[in-house]
């Protein structure tokens, strides 16, 4: 008999076949991993220069004000002007927090619309006039200009790898800006969280390992070389049950409020008493940005000095409960030079600066509560501060828990967050972020239409019949542009 074929080398082992055809190994999977952990590398190595720089930019001032209170009366003003001149043309899209801009692109798959908003000039000068802010004083934060920085540089890193697919880099832009805001903080879970509930708006099952990943990876960077530190230090506190819980409650509702108020005040609507300040604004930017910089330097000189920067170190004195800290109209102050620093249109966030703000009205809120712990308030109020400003119950709870490395607070902070998301409704229904973001979408959809419109007028038709209707002069007549649609309220 015939001796019978010996098995071909491919048949014999199907399981083994079947691994190595597994997606995981696929060479367009790995080409992605790698953009996003070298993205990731790079987005943290940005974030750990970008907050050794504005330490170094605030400590200028600092030294400024020891020749003079005076200075930032005359030097505050003119440079807010000049920010304010520099970001009026191209670099436009380098205003305000840059968190709006990360989620506008995330939305908008145009590409030219994503290379305006995230291109690598925008990254650079959003640092560079972030810093000049600072310099002088100007009450902003570096968080938000880090995820807008981080989304630009992993745009960039996604195109240099070949993805031209939009929906791949929707997906690189929210990993930039999560990566961004976890190397920020040194807070890993919060930019997780903080990429689910504020930049996208959804979760991706598919997506979700990548973006740990990335994230992680930021995350040991940062830890590498800054070490594996609390934004503001451990803090051993807890809130017992009982009358203490009264806490929860007011400030919940006290700086929910507060909050919301803050953000109704920084939008600028177009209808009641704020839009005539909008209106100023857009008239003459530069004269009104001058104005606001010399309305920040006189809260300057009536807070003694401790509304300016980012305010950092004064929240940390709140919530370690040191004996210098600020008197107690500082929340009130610092939330005053907030607006005036946002309403200037310069660079800059609001992420720190409202846990100043938060600190400072907790720190108010304790004096009527002798039973409860001071420190344990002042983490209700800047996390529920926070949560208001922002709309972001969840990671405004995160990070309050993960900057001050504190687990015992959980249920408290997470309370006060969802009471004052609920407050903070009553001034702003649609978050602060989201509504800057909307905006930008529908100017963007408002260019489009003109364009759309421009083209219909410029191209002769070809037939009689497809004139269509026309004006009292024979002319074609465009349709009307779309009408974007409205925020949920």
């Known amino acids: 008999m015939p001796e019978s074929p010996s098995p071909q080398p491919s048949a014999s082992n199907p399981r083994l076949r079947a691994v190595l055809g597994h997606e995981f190994f ?38 400024l004000l020891t020749h003079g209170v005076w200075i930032p009366l005359i030097l505050t003003p003119l440079v807010f002007g000049l920010l304010s001149w520099v970001t009026a043309g191209r670099l436009r899209a380098a205003r305000g927090s840059g968190i709006p801009q990360v989620i506008a692109t995330i939305h908008v798959d145009d590409a030219g619309f994503r290379s305006r908003m995230l291109a690598l000039p925008i990254a650079a000068s959003k640092m560079v006039l972030t810093l000049l802010g600072l310099a002088v004083g100007a009450s902003i934060g570096r968080e938000g200009p880090t995820v807008h920085v981080g989304a630009g540089l992993m745009y960039w890193l996604g195109r240099r790898f070949g993805f031209d697919d939009s929906k791949a ?21 919060a930019g997780v969280v903080f990429a689910i509930e504020e930049l996208a708006g959804t979760f991706e099952h598919r997506f979700s390992g990548l973006l740990l990943t990335a994230v992680f990876v ?19 506190t807890s809130l017992p049950l009982g009358h203490a819980w009264l806490a929860v409650l007011q400030c919940g509702i006290v700086c929910g409020l507060a909050g919301g108020l803050f953000a109704r005040l920084i939008l600028l609507s177009q209808r009641g008493p704020l839009a005539v300040i909008g209106r100023l604004r857009e008239r003459n930017p530069v004269l009104f940005a001058i104005g606001c910089g010399f309305a920040l330097a006189v809260i300057g000189v009536l807070s003694h000095n401790t509304v300016y920067g980012t305010g950092y170190a004064q929240a940390r004195e709140f919530v370690q409960d040191e004996p210098n800290t600020p008197g107690h109209g500082f929340g009130i102050l610092k939330l005053l030079a907030n607006v005036v620093s946002y309403w200037a249109g310069i660079p800059g966030g609001i992420f720190s600066p409202a846990l100043a ?8 809120i304790a004096y009527f509560l002798p039973n ?36 015992d607070m959980v249920i408290p902070i997470m309370a006060a967050c969802l009471l004052a998301r609920a407050a903070a409704s009553i001034f702003s229904p649609t978050p602060v972020y989201k509504d800057f973001a909307e905006r930008l979408i529908q100017d963007y959809e408002r260019q489009q239409a003109e364009r759309d419109k421009a083209e219909q007028h410029a191209a002769p038709p070809s037939s009689a019949e497809e004139i269509g209707p026309t004006s009292t002069y024979g002319e074609p007549v465009a349709p009307a542009p779309p009408k974007p649609e409205e925020s949920d309220p």
């Open 26 to 63: 696929a060479p367009y999977q790995w080409k992605r991993r790698i953009a996003l952990w070298s993205g990731a590398l790079l987005v943290a190595l940005a974030a750990i220069l970008f907050a050794k720089a504005s330490d170094w930019a605030y400590r200028l001032f600092e030294k």
């Open 169 to 189: 880099l929707s997906r690189f832009i929210l990993a930039g800006g999560a990566a961004g805001i976890a190397a920020a903080f040194n807070t890993p879970l």
């Open 218 to 236: 930021g995350g040991v960077v940062s830890m590498g070389i800054l070490g594996n530190y609390a934004y503001f230090g451990t803090v051993q």
């Open 357 to 364: 703000v938060g600190a400072g009205l907790g720190h108010n």
């Open 372 to 407: 409860a712990p001071e420190t344990a308030v002042v983490l209700l109020g800047m996390s529920a501060y926070l949560s208001g400003v922002t709309g972001a119950p969840l990671t405004s709870a995160v990070i309050a828990m993960e900057l001050t490395n504190n687990q």
